[in-house]
Each structure stands twice: as structure tokens, then as C-alpha cells.
């Protein structure tokens, strides 16, 4: 069985509050040339179609702006065996304490999502630190963007993405995470361009897992690499135990991208795993993390 540990959640809300003067997520969506989210409920009840066409058990449901994590909880509760409520959090944003909490107690969310660079924020600094409390005390994992970052979305309406990349450093992010040992921490993209210091964070930290999600196109600035040589390293420093497939879907009609589970496959299977090992890669870890 497969389980996604990242797919995007982009409902009606996320499309109003991303661009509020924009006319309303219908008028968003013609815009993009996407289907209409429509409510969280249909846009769930879709995603399980999507999900069972392609075999795929369980999947990571990301609210991907913050205030948002209602849409997601609304689709996890009409769907509690197959989505994990994922939601984006800025530590430096208004209410961001009370934010956080009604999103793990009244919306039950099992990972917090960080985006220092699109944010403005160290991942060492004291609103971080306050995240991982609050993971800590309710058994949530933490996410963490590092790296490179770009939003499709963003660029399609003409949004200004004026990110700070600096701030996505994977050594500081093992400095925080060492202090608060029983929270899972989830880099995706195996670091996105800052892979040597996420395998040496990784190295230090063994708390951090990757997640393999996207074309991972941040491999045309490491001179020479290739995704089978990124996976080569990674099981290196944190054997198949820490990895977690992902594909980095996220609309309609483009819908679950079988062409990134379709890559890894080939690239997995050429190496000397074992039955067990591969099966903890494509659901395993993931299984293990956020228990159904």
C-alpha cells in the first residue's frame, strides 16, 4: 500500500485568502485553468476517488496558508482513515499562540507546517521554539521547508514571492529539533537544494526524516547529481527508516502525480532494499508516524 506524505489541500479558502481581490476561488480557478475546489467536503470526497484510483491508502492533506486548517479538518473528519491533517503556521504572524493551539485541539492536526523563508523567521528563534512545545505536548510532528522555495501558484496570479532563503538553513533547524527528541521532524524534498547540510543535519538529529515529494528540480544546482545519486546518499546517512515518499500533489485536474511515484519506483527497486524496507519507504514510515 502507498501513503502520500505530502500532498497540497488548495480549497476555496486557501484560493480567497491567497488572493482576496482576485473575485472569489470559482473565478481564481478559471483563472489557473483548474477545476473549482468547491466545498472542503467535495474537494476531499474527490481526492479519495483520486486516491483509490491509484491505490493509494493514506495521504498527508496540507493547508497551505495560514487560516486555513479548517478546510483541512473538514475533509479529515469525513475522511479520519485516509487524510493526515497537515497546516501551515507562521510563528511570527497575529494570534499565532492561540492560532496554533485551536489548530491542534479544535481541528486536531497531526503535523505543523514552518515556511521560515516565506515567512521571516530563523528556525532557531523563539517562535520556533514555541512550535515545537506545542508539538511536543500534543504529539504532533513538525514540517520544515528548507532550501529553495518556489509556489506555482503564486507565480500563475502574479503574487510577489519575495523569499528569503537564508532563512531555510537545515543546521539550524538540528539545533531545535535536538532539544525536543519526541517530535518527528519532516524536511521535504530531501532539503531542496541545501541536501549536504540536511544530510548532515539528519546526521546529527535522528529525529529528521525526508520526505522525497516533487520533481525535485533543486538538483540542477548541485553540480552533476542525479535523484538516484540523491537517493544514494540519503539512505547513507538515514537508511530507509527516515525516508517518507511524497509526490507534491495538490489540484484538479492534474490530480495525484503518478509520474513522481512511477520515478522513485524505478529508482528504489534498483537498489539492494529489502521487501520490508521498500514497503517503510512508499508507507511504512508513514503509517508509523501518524498511526491510522
Not at 500500500?1 to 479558502?13: E, G
Not at 479538518?73 to 475522511?79: F, I, N, Q, W
Not at 503535523?111 to 523567521?121: D, E, K, V
Amino acid at each position: 500500500m502507498i501513503n502520500d506524505a505530502h500532498c497540497h489541500f488548495f480549497s476555496s479558502r486557501f484560493l480567497e485568502l491567497l488572493a482576496p481581490e482576485t473575485g472569489g476561488a470559482d473565478a481564481i480557478a478559471t483563472r489557473l485553468q483548474w477545476d473549482s475546489p468547491g466545498t472542503a467536503t467535495e474537494l476531499g470526497d474527490r481526492w479519495v476517488t483520486e486516491l483509490d484510483r491509484h491505490g493509494v491508502g493514506r495521504a498527508a492533506l496540507i493547508a497551505s496558508i495560514p487560516g486555513d486548517a479548517v478546510s483541512v479538518a473538514e475533509a479529515v473528519a469525513h475522511h479520519p482513515h485516509r487524510f493526515v491533517g497537515f497546516f501551515m503556521h507562521n510563528p511570527g504572524g497575529l494570534d499565532s499562540d492561540a492560532t496554533l493551539d485551536r489548530a491542534l485541539t479544535d481541528y486536531k492536526m497531526h503535523a505543523i507546517c514552518l515556511f521560515p523563508a516565506m515567512h521571516g523567521y530563523r528556525l532557531d528563534d523563539d517562535g520556533v521554539e514555541r512550535v515545537f512545545r506545542a508539538a511536543a505536548a500534543h504529539g504532533a510532528a513538525v514540517f520544515v521547508h528548507c532550501g529553495v522555495l518556489t509556489v506555482g501558484v503564486r507565480k500563475k496570479l502574479g503574487l510577489p514571492s519575495r523569499f528569503d532563503l537564508r532563512l531555510g538553513d537545515p543546521l539550524a533547524l538540528a539545533r531545535m529539533a535536538l532539544g525536543f527528541p519526541q517530535v518527528p521532524v519532516i524536511v521535504p524534498h530531501f532539503g531542496a537544494g541545501f541536501f549536504r547540510e540536511a544530510l548532515m543535519a539528519a546526521d546529527q538529529c535522528p529525529t529528521i526524516h525526508f520526505d522525497t515529494s516533487s520533481s525535485n528540480s533543486w538538483i540542477r544546482f548541485d553540480g552533476g547529481q542525479s535523484l538516484d545519486g540523491v537517493f544514494r546518499s540519503a539512505l547513507g546517512v538515514v537508511g530507509p527508516s527516515r525516508l517518507l515518499f511524497g509526490t507534491d500533489s495538490s489540484f484538479f485536474p492534474r490530480g495525484w502525480q503518478k509520474g513522481i511515484y512511477d520515478e522513485q519506483q524505478r529508482i528504489i527497486s534498483a537498489f539492494n532494499l529489502s521487501f520490508a524496507d521498500k514497503a517503510a519507504i512508499f508507507g511504512g514510515n508513514f503509517d508509523r508516524l501518524f498511526p491510522g
